[in-house]
Structures are given as structure tokens and as C-alpha cells.
């Protein structure tokens, strides 16, 4: 496993960098199912209060695991990442529980991570173990992203990513591993573009596309 840490406009002290290994090397228990793990310190607001953003992927076999977050203090910020990661595969492995209370289904890593606790005051991130178990999708990489300012134009960024074909339920796993309101994929039945949403609490929505006459 290779650990890539790299700064924006921020330093990364040594203090920093062993701050960061302590947690990542946690990741070397999936063996060869994890390749590279990439942590990014970028600093941000150039023309007032500064912030930093930490951006964490795990590249491993199948789709990319990502997490990030933004706040003052690099340490900080990056056990808030760090933790975000955890809480979204317990997330996708309570919606899989819940949902194979109803019949069997292929077990999911969100599944066997069922070890991992839930994060809460009372336990540290580094008491937290993970199994040899592959990492699964948590990448949005197809998202657009609208951002508006007040002296400013809108700034449209497009991404592009390959069209998954999955079932509802599992493009709502993929959304929730990510932390995203919505998902597109293709209808693994119907083989039309279709994208599921959250709404509040637990539960969700699917939107697709019906061709029509004008």
C-alpha cells in the first residue's frame, strides 16, 4: 500500500505526516485490496478567513473510497475525513442489514464492516480495527457542482464518470458511502439513465427518464 500525502498552500510538518500514518496504516489490514491512499491538505479563502480542506481517496480494487472535509485545524479536519470514511460504510452496512432481513442477499464489505463501531465520543478512531475485506465504491465522481457567489458569476463544474448498471438499492448504497443527496447510474432492468436521491430520515427516491413524443 502506498500513502501519498501532499499540501496546498499548507504544510505538511512531520508531526502532521505521523499524525496522518498512525490512522491511514489502519487501512494495510485489507492487504491487497488497498493500492494507494491519497491525503490532500489544500488551503482555502485566499481573500478572507483561511480554511483547510483534507481530501482522502482509497484506490483499491473496484471503485475509489473518498471523504473530505474543510475546518481550521489541519489535525482536525483530517480525523473529521478520516472519521467520515468509517461512518459511511456503518451507514451502507445498516441499510444492507435492515434490507436482507427480507431474503439473502451477496454479502457487500458495507455487510462485513459490521466490526467497525460507531463513532461517537467515547471511541477513539485509533481503538477502530478493519478486516481483509475489498473496499467498495464511495467516490461520486460524476457530480455538478453549482457554486454562486455574491460578486461573482456561476461557476458550473462538469465531471464525467462510466455508467454503472445497478440496481436502486445498490445505487443508494453507493450514495451513501460517498455522502451525496443523489446518485446516477443505469437501471440495471430497465437499462435507462435513473438517479436516486435522499430524502429525509431513511428513506430515498429513484428518478428516470421515459423517452416520449413531442
Known amino acids: 500500500m502506498e500513502l501519498n500525502i501532499t499540501g496546498r498552500n499548507v504544510k505538511v510538518s512531520e508531526r502532521l505526516q505521523e499524525h496522518v500514518e498512525s ?6 489490514a485489507l492487504g491487497d485490496n488497498v493500492t494507494d491512499i491519497e491525503v490532500k ?20 480494487r473496484g471503485p475509489v473510497l473518498r471523504a473530505e472535509a474543510t475546518g481550521q485545524d489541519k489535525f482536525a479536519v483530517f480525523d473529521e475525513t478520516y472519521g467520515k470514511l468509517l461512518e459511511r460504510l456503518r451507514r451502507a452496512r445498516d441499510r444492507r442489514k435492515t434490507r436482507r432481513a427480507g431474503g439473502k442477499h451477496p454479502i457487500s464489505v458495507s455487510e462485513a464492516t459490521g466490526s467497525l463501531p460507531v463513532i461517537t465520543d467515547q471511541v477513539a478512531l485509533t481503538e477502530i480495527q478493519t478486516e481483509d475485506l475489498p473496499v467498495e465504491e464511495a467516490a461520486f465522481a460524476g457530480e455538478y457542482d453549482l457554486h454562486e457567489e455574491a460578486d461573482s458569476p456561476i461557476e458550473i463544474r462538469q465531471k464525467s464518470f462510466p455508467a454503472d448498471h445497478l440496481t436502486p ?11 451525496h443527496d443523489f446518485f446516477l447510474y443505469v437501471d440495471k432492468a430497465t437499462g435507462s439513465p435513473a438517479a436516486v436521491y435522499r430524502r429525509k430520515g431513511w428513506s430515498y427516491g429513484v428518478i428516470t427518464l421515459e423517452e416520449g413524443t413531442v
Open 41 to 60: 491538505f489544500t488551503k482555502e479563502g485566499q481573500n478572507g478567513p483561511a480554511a483547510i480542506r483534507v481530501e482522502i481517496t482509497v484506490i483499491g
Open 23 to 28: 490512522k491511514i496504516t489502519k487501512f494495510e
Open 169 to 179: 438499492e445498490e445505487a443508494v448504497d453507493r450514495m451513501e458511502l460517498v455522502g
